[in-house]
Each structure stands twice: as C-alpha cells, then as structure tokens.
C-alpha cells in the first residue's frame, strides 16, 4: 500500500509480530473503523479482538463447556478456511489455536499467520521438517516425513477440535518422542485397525479433507448463510 494511502490510517497500537513483520490495529480516519496491518508491507486487514487460545482459556478458567452451537460455527468455518487454502494449493502447516483469530461479538474465525505456508503440487514434494507446532503436529511428520500433503493440515484441525471440546490440548508433549507417546497413549500404537476418527487417523491418506469435513452430519443443523 502506498504510503499516501497509509495516511488514511491512524496507528493505535501493536498487536503482534509475525514471521515477517508486525501487526499494528489502527483506525480508518473516514470510518472510525479498526483494521490491522503489517509494516513494510502494508496489508489491511478487519480487527480481531481475540483468538481462538483465548477463547478456550476463557471457558477453562470459569469451567464452563464452549456451547455445542458454538464449537461447531468454530469447526466449519476452520474447515472451510482449509478447504479454500487447500484448494488453492496452499498448506498452512502451523495451524493452531493461536493462529485463529476470532471476534467475540459475531463469533467469526480467521486463519492468520501463514508464515510456514507453502504451496504444493502433484507429485508431493519434499518440504522441511521444522513445521507446526509441536502439539498440533501430525505423527508423519513427527517420524520425520519430508514428503507431506494437505493431511497435516488436517491432523491440527483434529487437534483444534478435541481441545474446544476437552478445553485442554489433546497431545501436550514436551519434545518430538513424548509427543509421539502422547499419540499412542491416547489413540493405541498405530495399525490399520485403531485411530478411529476421520480427522485423527494415522494414515494420512485416509485422513478426511477440508471439504469433505464440511459436509459431514455434524453440521447438518448449523445455519451456514453467513458463515
């Protein structure tokens, strides 16, 4: 953006920083409205008041469940944010709670932060170890898989999902192996037998997608017009 357009905009305050630069909110002069941008950069963006972290630690704290209505609002939205990146040919490989952004009023989600972002292709190519967060991080990955696909995107959105419903984060392992005990701790050692759960399941291959998830039973009751 350029900077005569940027004089439209009165910086308040920092909000975070990223892998490539920091958010700052600030108000539209004409409107009065709060946006977020980046410098350098300069990207626009509407206000969130939260995140997707912050709302669950909300619930722990007074020890109230997150209501079904609202957990499965969260859920489709974050499948249909997945499902656009994917079908794009974008895997986000950090998703997590933090990197859900929220607005409390209207109970909309966005997926920020694609700093590990990247594009991928047919055949799958080889992409970097170091991805995700290690709670949300799928077990290929953890096993040191190089040659990775839109399923370790799903993987983390079936973490997302036990934690609005638990409130706690379904695997919090301190290193790579614990992380890995906590998987089959909780799911048994992996065959074709075990990992029920289409989001959770060890074979990556037979892991639901975004799309398919949006479609599934669960949300049959949700109004999704302005979703």
């Keep these: ?21 920091k958010v700052y909110r600030a108000r539209e002069k004409a409107t009065g409205q709060n946006k977020e941008g980046k410098t350098v950069l300069y990207l626009v963006f509407e206000y969130m008041d939260t995140d997707l972290k ?21 859920m489709y939205q974050l499948c249909k944010g997945v499902a656009f990146c994917h079908g794009h040919g ?6 997590k709670p933090h990197n859900l952004l929220m607005d409390r009023k209207t109970m909309m989600l966005k997926i920020a932060d694609l700093g590990l972002a ?3 292709t047919l055949p799958i190519k080889k992409y970097t170890h170091e991805i995700l967060t290690l709670w949300y991080r799928a077990p290929e990955v953890l096993l040191g898989a190089t040659h990775y696909s839109t399923a370790v995107d799903m993987w983390s959105v079936g973490c997302i999902f036990a934690e609005l419903i ?19 701790r909780l799911l048994g050692t992996p065959n074709e037998q075990v990992w029920p759960g289409k989001m959770l399941q060890y074979e990556p291959s037979k892991r639901i997608s975004a799309k398919k998830a949006m479609e599934h039973p669960y949300f049959d009751d949700l109004d999704k017009a302005y979703l």
């Design 1 to 21: 953006m350029e900077k005569s357009a940027m004089e439209a905009f009165e910086k308040l305050e920092k909000v975070g920083e990223g892998t490539y630069g």
């Design 166 to 184: 638990t409130k706690q984060a379904l695997f919090p392992g301190d290193s790579e192996l614990q992380q890995l005990l906590h998987i089959f």
């Design 118 to 120: 990247r594009a991928y």
């Design 54 to 74: 912050k709302f669950i630690r909300t619930f722990r704290q007074t020890g109230e469940n997150i209501p079904t209505k609202a957990v499965k609002s969260l």
């Design 90 to 95: 974008v895997l986000h490989r950090d998703l």
